[in-house]
T-cell receptor, first 113, second 109 residues
Framework: ETGVTQSPTHLIKTRGQQVTLRCSSQ?????VSWYQQALGQGPQFIFQ???????GRGNFPPRFSGLQFPNYSSELNVNALELDDSALYLC????????????FGPGTRLTVT | DQQVKQNSPSLSVQEGRISILNCDYT??????FLWYKKYPAEGPTFLIS?????DKNEDGRFTVFLNKSAKHLSLHIVPSQPGDSAVYFC????????FGAGTRLTVKP
């Protein structure tokens, strides 16, 4: 059984640029959620995708957008990067029958300068 | 708007003793509660969960207690082992998941 993987591991971007982060779900999982974790805080929910449709969204602006593909992998896109976007971005997958039990990837550390 | 709070940023216990991690929440609509463990450079790992219709769930050394009237959740680890040293996150869900800020547990040999 393959776990959740994310790429890249680390990324440095300049304010105003755009970034795309990628996630591959654990096999058998059809739901993907994205979280932002700032230093010293818990993960904050960005949005969730199920069957390629957005299935819930947290308190993040529209410049945070996502996609889910037919193989259940997913992308998180962030436009017009701001300094406060610097954080660890976590992807989690789950199955629709046990949606609460989410399995996390190792995260992508984004630094915006 | 912090709906899930872990008021103790750190906890240190001796190996073999009980570790008790606490969590408070404000939203009575949460219907599922979970604990995650996180090691450095890894994503959070699911540990144990409990539905709002229960007050206790046990899995080996780990037991989660839910007190809905007090809006309080706790995780008991008995006996604690050095390998349990990690950051523990409490989470609550009513669709989307809300996390606490975490408690760093250190188990000393």
């Amino acid at each position: 059984e393959t776990g959740v993987t994310q790429s890249p591991t680390h990324l440095i971007k300049t304010r105003g640029q755009q970034v795309t982060l990628r996630c591959s779900s654990q096999s058998g999982h059809n739901t993907v959620s994205w979280y932002q974790q700032a230093l010293g805080q818990g993960p904050q929910f960005i949005f969730q995708y199920y069957r390629e449709e957005e299935n819930g969204r947290g308190n993040f602006p529209p410049r945070f957008s996502g996609l889910q593909f037919p193989n259940y992998s997913s992308e998180l896109n962030v436009n017009a990067l701001e300094l406060d976007d610097s954080a660890l971005y976590l992807c989690a997958s789950s199955s629709s029958d046990r949606a609460y039990e989410q399995y996390f990837g190792p995260g992508t550390r984004l630094t915006v300068t | 708007d912090q709906q899930v709070k872990q008021n103790s940023p750190s906890l240190s216990v001796q190996e073999g003793r009980i570790s008790i991690l606490n969590c408070d929440y404000t939203n009575s609509m949460f219907d599922y509660f979970l604990w995650y463990k996180k090691y450095p450079a890894e994503g959070p790992t699911f540990l144990i969960s409990i539905s709002s219709i229960k007050d206790k769930n046990e899995d080996g050394r780990f037991t989660v207690f839910l007190n809905k009237s007090a809006k309080h959740l706790s995780l008991h680890i008995v006996p604690s082992q050095p390998g349990d040293s990690a950051v523990y996150f409490c989470a609550a869900s009513q669709g989307d998941m809300r996390f606490g800020a975490g408690t760093r547990l250190t188990v000393k040999p």
